[in-house]
């Protein structure tokens, strides 16, 4: 598929059969940021209310082995808008354009002109489509920009360094930049000593409220449909700020110690308490969401994915029990058993929540052990709302497996290859993973091997005891590893079979 880039202004003077657009579902895709796999009350967590969340697993499908695309931000966001793995991803990192592209302040390194988007093939098959939350493709301006890369409208954060303040500055409507707070909070500060005051780090507006509020405006003005609505909220990603009446839902006896920045980010005076508003605040979208598509009559219409980007925001310093920002992940048990958090390719770091809803075709109450990852979607959904999709792929589609709950057999193999934490590789082959960390390094790991259905917490290394699957995830990723100049990894005997780059950046 070539890709065919329309000004923005003119893309709605193309013209599409209405009756072809009109008999097709609309699709909410709902992306968390930084949610680990035991932080819903449907996945386990005690907690924490997540009353919209868990209703809605109830009316659909949870799946139990969903993987992100990657174990940070961008290169997930890059997998899950590409259909592309990280073996053949244009983003493989967290990136600032800034690095290659001095001309951009803000936002990370963009993806090409040439890159096909979930959200392209939407909009050219007469979809309105949408985006509310964090960009992190691009800057306005860039091949990247949003409004590129198939969005009619785009409302948030374009770069993911500003989204660690949930009062900036400003935020982007396309490509104009909208002030919310004269006195923006920053999302990096320290408070080694002194009281830790939760109005000390509080501006005028909060930003993931309006974010929201723009997701109801457009599921009321495109009600006739169909439409393509895709909300990467920024919850629970620190810095951990929600407004006070957010926090004040939670326990005072469950916080003993302020958090002062020791591990990044912003401190807080109940840490505790301010993450669990920052999930309870993120099951209170999904419910505006679920009413607003019913105030609208079309959420028997509508196909919603809940999922998150990766899993739970790594360990900090060695001296403090808090993680990055002041989360505490082993108060929450918020990966359950599974080894790893954020950054990591083992399951902590990509396993994620992920929920499908669709009365009729989606069975409600419904579990499902298939397996699958960020990849998939592009095919998926493309099958779902009876699309063609672009050749050439990785990922292969769920939709068999989501409305009738069969096995898929012999999967394609899951693939990993993340320069960033050190330089890791995974291959998933069926029950199998395969790893290998340390890249970057004078003298990599070995490789480790895990069954992650008998142990899902990667506690017993079999590869001493099965070489064979080895050699195989060897196979897969030479031939599913291209070279990339802007996020380059070797791995010790492979050799990449072609190149992947994402261009100049400039429009």
Known sequence: ??????????????????????????????????????????????????????????????????????????????????????????????????????????????????????????????????????????????????????????????????????????????????????KPVPGHLKKPEGEVKLEDYQAEQYAPYLMIDEAEKFIAEHKDGPFFLYLAFIEPHVAMHPPAEAVDRFPQEWDDEAYRGQCGYLPHPRPRAGYAAMINDLDRYVGRVMQALEKAEVADETLVVFTSDNGTTHEGRKDTHFHIGGVDADFFDSTLDLRGYKGSVYEGGLRVPMIVRYPGKVKAGGRSDVPGYFADWFPTLCEAVELEAPDQLDGESLWPAITGGESQGDRKPMVWVYPEYGGQVAVMMGDMKAVRRGLNSRKPGEWELYDVVADRGETRNLAEEHPEWIEKAKGILSEQMADNELFPLKVPGIEPKNASASGSGLR
Request: glycine share 10%; charged share 20%.
């Open 1 to 182: 598929m070539r890709k065919l880039v329309v000004p923005l202004g003119l893309a709605s003077l193309l013209w599409v059969s209405p009756s072809a657009a009109a008999k097709r579902s609309n699709v909410v895709f709902i992306l968390a940021d930084d949610l680990g796999y035991g932080e819903l009350g449907c996945y386990g967590q005690s907690k924490i209310p997540t009353p919209n969340i868990d209703r809605l697993a109830s009316q659909g499908t949870r799946f139990t082995r969903h993987y992100s695309g990657a174990p940070v931000c961008a290169p997930a966001r890059c997998v899950l808008m590409t259909g592309k793995h990280l073996g053949h991803a244009e983003i493989r990192g967290n990136r600032q354009a800034s690095r290659s592209l001095p001309q951009f302040k803000e936002g990370q390194h963009p993806i090409s002109a040439e890159a096909v988007t979930l959200a392209e093939v939407f909009r050219d098959a007469g979809y309105a489509t949408g985006a509310m939350g964090k960009w992190g493709l691009g800057p306005v301006g860039s091949t990247g920009d949003p409004n590129d890369q198939g969005f009619d409208l785009f409302f948030g954060y374009n770069c993911q360094a500003v989204a660690h303040s949930f009062f900036p500055r400003h935020l982007w409507r396309n490509r104009e930049r909208i002030e919310i707070n004269k």
